[in-house]
């Protein structure tokens, strides 16, 4: 198993053309699917796993229950909503 560089650099080598949507398809090795769901999450919507199922399936557990932490109602438009603290700082919390 492999992760990190090592592992960019396999998946680079199974990368496919963009299909007609632009979509690339790449292989990547796997170290846990907690890792790998971790990793892949950091790309936000550039990225969607078609398998193994079980990543693909505490993919859907995360992100639903990360959606379910913010209102439905919340614009998608690309203009960020000013806030009152500096641009480069977030508030943020965790569960424990």
Do not use: C, F, N
Request: proline share 9%; net charge negative.
């Amino acid at each position: 198993m492999y992760s990190g560089p090592k592992a960019a650099r396999i998946a680079l080598r199974t990368l496919t053309s963009a299909d007609p949507d632009g979509w690339q398809h790449a292989t990547i090795p796997l170290e846990s699917v907690p890792h790998a769901a971790a990793t892949l999450l950091r790309l936000g919507p550039d990225v969607q796993v078609l398998a193994p199922e079980q990543l693909v399936a505490h993919l859907t557990d995360t992100i639903q229950a990360m959606a379910g932490l913010y209102p439905h109602e919340h614009s998608s438009s690309s203009t960020p909503t000013p806030l009152a603290h500096a641009a480069d700082t977030a508030i943020a919390s965790r569960r424990l």
